[in-house]
């Protein structure tokens, strides 16, 4: 079976079972809060776990190195879509340590996409759409500097409103312990 086929007949199960009966939960989040994190898979159930949230309290955001990468990027669209028509009144910004952005160059993600057969054609194309790929595809060196820099960027947004709190944090893949940074 391929995994697509795999994952339809767990999911064909669940349904069946009625595995959604402790998850049901409206649409909009019952702590009024927005947590932009990163896509790390040790953090899907962990950091819930560790922020004592369940199905149906929080916006969660996820982006690589839970970073916000400008004031018009996805993630940042996300974070005012959940204050604003979702009633978040507070962002929480949680990168991690051992992060896998962490370090990451955009050279050698570059590297890795030309061995994969990435023409230098497509990557001239990336540049005439105005964007660095080196740049583009890099991640950080510091995580907390990560993290207060997303922050500021949220903060510092044109249509972010004044009275919503904007916290950032860094929490530990294994033991999940929260250590405020911003
Ligand atoms: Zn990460």
């Not at 998850?23 to 702590?31: H, R």
């Not at 409103?161 to 312990?177: H, N, R, S």
């Amino acid at each position: 079976m391929s995994q697509l086929e795999d994952l339809l007949a767990d999911n064909k199960k669940f349904v069946e079972n009625k595995g959604y009966v402790p998850f049901e939960a409206g649409g909009k989040p019952v702590k009024k809060m927005t947590v932009v994190t990163c896509m790390d898979c040790r953090l899907i159930e962990l950091l819930p776990r560790a922020l004592h949230l369940k199905n149906g309290d929080a916006i969660m955001i996820k982006s690589a190195g839970a970073m916000v990468e400008g004031p018009y990027s996805s993630v940042m669209k996300s974070i005012l879509v959940s204050v604003y028509e979702l009633g978040s009144e507070a962002v929480y910004i949680i990168g991690h340590t051992d992060c896998g952005m962490h370090g990451l160059h955009g050279s050698q993600m570059g590297a890795d996409m030309q061995k994969r057969g990435v023409s230098d054609h497509n990557f001239e194309k990336v540049r005439d759409a105005g964007i660095q790929p080196d740049q583009w595809l890099g991640g950080f060196d510091d995580v907390a500097d990560q993290v207060k820099d997303s922050v500021d960027i949220v903060k510092n947004h044109p249509l972010f409103p004044d009275d919503t709190p904007v916290y950032g944090l860094v929490i530990d893949p294994l033991t999940g312990e929260l250590r405020p940074v911003a």
